[in-house]
């Protein structure tokens, strides 16, 4: 007995239903894209392997899935690499690709490799999916979608004004209530700073970054088994529980890091990035939250994070701004800012919200039917000029019954069936049913548009 096929864990295969809902989430994103001038670009869904490791810190790294040498991979290998069983000594000899872990390093890549063609500052959008050898679990999959804008050669804090005016607007189209949450990462690195612990800067913001799912006693013990001293976390413990609007969050940290250099200049981009958003004036709210660090190593100043409200489902959008991405690549001292909608959760959070409901499936607005190959060669002239006005038609392939073919119109959801006979060729015409009214009436060509376009 055959073996029932099947896909891998984490990826899943899209309806016509289902791919229909996306294409309007991208849609709706793609149009704010390009409202606020980002042009599109496309990049290839493998990188060499150095392109990707080491841009995303430990834990990114190992979730990269690496493509094996073709031919005899094994060849290179030395037997006694192969007794080490060091898997990153055989890996860097038998893989030199990788699929895509994110669109924001291999737009780095793009930028450095075309620096010449482009004009800066430039600002692109991507959308294309990525991959990451993640457990896979509601709202995080192995292969998803990544809606991406950035733009590098300015280091002018207008752009972090205007990702979180583009995350709002985006989302009031769609209909979805979120909070933005914002933060710096000057703001981490002075807090490092503060528990005099910045060599384990990296240790401290991912264990931070996960005070919402794993709470604070989590975050403290995650610290501790990191290095991080209990006497260092008591000197920032009080982020924990960091409460009220923006300007008292402020305020406090005011307080917590007046004697960081570098602290105080992420309030200071904090600051001007918060007043500038609200007095632009916002749908959905843009919350001051300390504790986001966003775990990804390229990061320096703000740093953005939206959650849908009332949803279970960790974050729908995410990003921030780098000083020097290019410069892995050679390129120094180009500035950029990006943010990524995550297409696949929005999806789901739009379906548990009941948000779909004007998204239609494409179909014919009529269809043909078969009589047989007079009627059928008869009919598809006049598909032809419906398609030449861009309706939407077809024929049914077959001379079956018509309960059969009237049956199939009924189960797409055709709302039109048209017949043609000896008489109706005789004299031009068509007979035209409405299949929701069970109307039937005789047309000639002109009639049939009419009807198709009323």
């Not at 979608?145 to 050669?153: E, L």
């Not at 007043?275 to 990804?296: H, Q």
């Not at 000083?323 to 379906?351: A, H, P, Q, W």
């Amino acid at each position: 007995m055959a073996q029932k096929p099947g896909v891998p864990k984490g990826t899943r295969d899209f309806s016509a239903e289902q791919i229909a809902k996306r294409n309007f989430i991208i849609e709706k994103i793609k149009k704010n894209f390009e409202n606020y001038g980002f042009a599109p670009i496309e990049t290839p869904s493998f990188e060499n392997l150095t392109t990707l490791m080491g841009k995303y810190g430990e834990e990114g790294d190992r979730l990269i899935f690496k493509i094996l040498n073709s031919g005899d991979f094994l060849k290179k290998v030395p037997d006694e690499t192969l007794l080490e069983r060091n898997p990153s000594k055989i890996t860097a000899k038998i893989s030199e690709k990788a699929l895509r872990y994110d669109l924001t390093v291999p737009f780095a890549r793009y930028v450095v490799q075309h620096q010449n063609e482009l004009v800066f500052p430039f600002k692109r959008y991507q959308i294309q999916p990525v991959w990451r050898a993640d457990r896979p679990q509601k709202g995080r999959f192995r292969e998803f979608y990544q809606c991406d804008a950035d733009v590098v050669g300015s280091n002018s804090l207008w752009q972090d004004v205007e990702f979180a005016l583009l995350y709002d607007q985006v989302f009031s189209d769609l209909e979805v209530p979120v909070t933005i949450k914002i933060n710096n990462r000057k703001i981490l690195t002075g807090l490092a700073e503060l528990i005099d612990e910045k060599e384990k800067f990296t240790d401290f913001i991912v264990a931070l970054d996960k005070l919402d799912k794993i709470g604070k006693e989590g975050v403290k013990k995650e610290m501790l088994a990191k290095g991080i001293s209990e006497k260092s976390i008591g000197r920032i413990e009080k982020i924990f529980d960091f409460s009220g609007n923006n300007q008292e969050k402020l305020i406090l940290l005011k307080e917590l890091l007046f004697d960081s250099e570098t602290g105080m200049k992420g309030i200071e981009e904090l600051e001007f990035v918060l007043k500038n958003v609200e007095d632009a004036g916002l749908k959905n709210s843009l919350e001051l939250d300390i504790t986001l660090a966003r775990g990804l190593n390229y990061y320096t100043g703000s740093i953005y994070e939206v959650s849908a409200n009332n949803i279970q489902m960790g974050s729908i959008g995410g990003g921030g701004r780098y000083d020097d991405l290019t410069g892995i690549f050679g390129l120094k001292n180009l500035s950029g800012i990006g943010i990524s909608f995550g297409l696949d959760r929005i999806y789901l959070v739009m379906e548990e919200l009941g948000l779909f409901k004007d998204v239609e499936i494409p179909k014919p607005r009529i269809l043909f039917i078969n009589f047989g190959e007079k009627e059928a060669a008869y009919s598809l002239k006049a598909l032809q000029k419906l398609r030449q006005k861009n309706i939407k038609s077809e024929l049914y392939p077959d001379a079956a019954k018509m309960k059969k073919q009237m049956n199939y119109a009924n189960k797409r959801g055709i709302p039109l069936v048209a017949m043609a006979g000896s008489r109706e060729m005789e004299n031009n015409t068509f007979s035209l049913k409405n299949m929701n009214t069970g109307e039937q009436k005789e047309v000639d060509f002109d009639q049939l548009i009419t009807e198709l376009q009323s």
